[in-house]
């Protein structure tokens, strides 16, 4: 039989495995991370803008490097590039707002003054006349057992509501002073619209937003960038009032607005139908336009190739302001110039690192970050096509070069299963891990990592902390706030020939090595039980089955938690196929709490057994059902290898694996 290269079973890896992969480890060069910093921070970029030509030539610059270090092309046809297409909106002055009560006099808004609005319907014009709902925080999380909508229907209607989530100071209540992502105005834009909402007006307060309308009135009043519309439901009017506008608006109500602040802190809040209308005519200028993420990949061994390790950083940054005089291109040496030159260094690392590993490692330098994330976005959207599943994404964004860090930052790594590995490889690396500062601002969904998060995939950023070799704390902390306050989105985030790029070289190291567990041992990388991103993380993980199909017509089997059957490697690899047959018992709590096997090879049992285990379903009765499951090697390549199980019929599935090439040169690789 072949030796496998899986070999540590799934769990915390023990040092000895860590040290062994840090002593693998490629050098990683700090001085060609300086060079790539420094040309795609210089002049000749214009500030790397997306949609721009200095941006565009980025790109080519990275899939040049990709190429140059023997990567695959990982995007369309057969390129390194995926192109994510994007709208600019503009919303133009003779856009108007006006609140009419159900009798008097109506109050009409001044457009940046009293609102701000966008259209993300990405049309032309819009006519709102709609009936106006108070829905608290508008969040329905059934993590923390909280609705707001209580099944009321917002179709057609307006959605009024306060930025932020419930105040907590209970770590098991919306994360305690941490903010959820529930918190996020992107995600009271996203769950209004999911339920049909035409518009949605946040109440600005400057303690909840953390911020002051000068800043809401800035980001708004220019042109806003949105990935061109794929089917996502969309707001007409996204938008923000003062908050003394919605103090008068409630007040045509009859109501007070703290009394419904009050109101919304509580689990029993319902919605409230004001008896006064938003009539609004929303124009804007539209302008479609198109940019590049550039996708690279080392292909794994054998049958690892259908999950991969990801790597991202964004290479767009705010371009040139032609309208500026002086210095008026945004380098973005920092941000993200770092990122992308740490990236590379690691994809170059990749590329020369003999044997190739199990699980495929993918390279993503995505666009417009600085636009609202769109390039990840459209990543995570599409990561069903890229050539492997990524099952980890590593992000970086923003390392300053000022030193050898002690401590590193992995915001959110905690959340998953893969938080041990990560402490003790940082044990190994001797950096101490720096715990969010501050939760409560929820930096978490602030960078592209986010946007692979939330289709499901486990993933952080690797920052640096604030204590440097040969610095105190204070140091440090110093070198951040002089940053944040001069340079962070300024034309002076300049590339300085006295950086010392040793520090970004270690923590090139830190992800290479992280990466390399992943890709060569068996790790079962997910969220923590409870985790807003589970859910996501199941739905990545049914294998494209259509769960409604398999259970349907048995609404006691409604799935609460579900994974897809997946072809056993070694049955795969062996050509095992055949049929498992299993008696599932569901106890009263909706955990499966026996699988009796009836028929199987032990093989593909184990395969069953494994998964219906985590199956849960709604409570309720004790139940059975008899599950079928077909597994069968196909005579020719998939076309996509995600979709690896179908529904015959209702508790009959079908898993399909594709066939395997015999790789003898890339099997015969020793377990280390
Ligand atoms: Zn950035």
Known sequence: MRKLVVIVAAGVLSVGVLLAAKSHAPKMDAQRIR?????????????????????????????????????????????????????????????????????????VLRNLDDFVTSNETQTASAEIDAPIVFVGYGIAAPEEKWDDYKGYDLKGKVALLFV??????????????????????????????????VATLIIHRTDLASYGWDVVRNSWGG????????????????????????????????????????????REFKPIELPVRLKAHVVSALRPFSSRNVVGMVEGCCYGKVEAVLYTAHYDHFGIDKSKPGDNIYHGAIDNGTGCGILLEIARAWGATKPVPVRSILFAAVTAEEQGLLGSEFLGKHSLELPSDPILDLNYDALAPIGVPEEVEVSGAERTTFYPTVE??????????????????????????????????????????????????????????????????????????????????????????????????????????????????????????????L??????????????????????????????????????????????????????????????????????????????????????????????????EPFHLRVVAEPRTIETSTTSSKPH
């Open 35 to 107: 060079q790539h910093v420094k040309y795609l921070s210089s002049d000749a970029l214009e500030g790397r803008g997306t949609g721009q030509k200095g941006g565009d030539a980025a790109a080519d610059y990275i899939a040049a490097q990709f190429k140059s270090y023997g990567l695959k092309p990982a995007g369309e046809n057969g390129t390194y590039f995926q192109s994510v297409p994007l709208v600019g909106v503009k919303t133009l002055p003779e856009t108007s707002f006006a609140l009419v009560p159900a009798s008097g006099e109506p109050l």
């Open 164 to 197: 932020n989530e419930p105040i907590s100071d209970d770590p098991n209540f919306f994360k305690g002073k941490a903010l959820t992502y529930n918190g996020r105005w992107t995600y009271k834009y996203e769950e209004t619209a999911r339920r049909g909402a």
């Open 223 to 266: 042109e806003r960038s949105y990935l061109k519309l794929d089917g996502t439901p969309k707001l007409e009017a996204a938008s923000w009032i003062q908050e003394e506008v919605a103090r008068k608006l409630v007040g045509m109500a009859g109501l007070d607005l703290d009394k419904l602040f009050q109101q919304a802190q509580s």
């Open 424 to 549: 003790k490889m940082a044990e190994v690396l001797n950096l101490t891990i720096r715990p969010d500062a501050h939760p409560e601002a929820g930096h978490y969904y602030r960078s592209d990592h986010f946007s692979l998060s939330r289709v499901g995939i486990p993933s952080f950023s690797i920052g640096q902390g604030r204590k440097f070799d040969g610095h105190d704390l204070a140091w440090g902390e110093a070198q951040a706030k002089d940053y944040v306050d001069n340079r962070y989105h300024k034309p002076a985030d300049a590339f300085r020939e006295d950086w010392n790029f040793a520090g970004l070289a270690k923590m090139a190291s830190f992800g290479y090595a992280l990466g390399g567990v992943t890709a060569t041992q068996s790790v079962d990388i997910r969220w923590l039980h409870g985790d807003e991103f589970e859910e996501a993380w199941y739905r990545s993980h049914s294998g494209g089955l259509d769960i409604d199909a």
């Open 551 to 648: 259970f349907g017509g048995h609404p006691e089997f409604k799935p609460v938690h579900f994974e897809g059957i997946r072809y056993p490697p070694l049955a795969q690899q062996t050509r095992i196929s055949g049929t498992v047959e299993a008696h599932v018992t569901v106890a009263s709590d909706g955990r499966v709490s026996e699988v009796k096997i009836l028929k199987g090879h032990p093989l593909l049992v184990e395969a069953v057994e494994n998964v219906v285990k985590k199956w849960t379903f709604v409570a309720g009765a004790e139940r059975s059902f008899d599950l079928k499951c077909d597994f069968l090697v196909a005579d020719e390549p998939l076309t996509t290898h995600r979709r690896y199980s179908f529904v015959v």
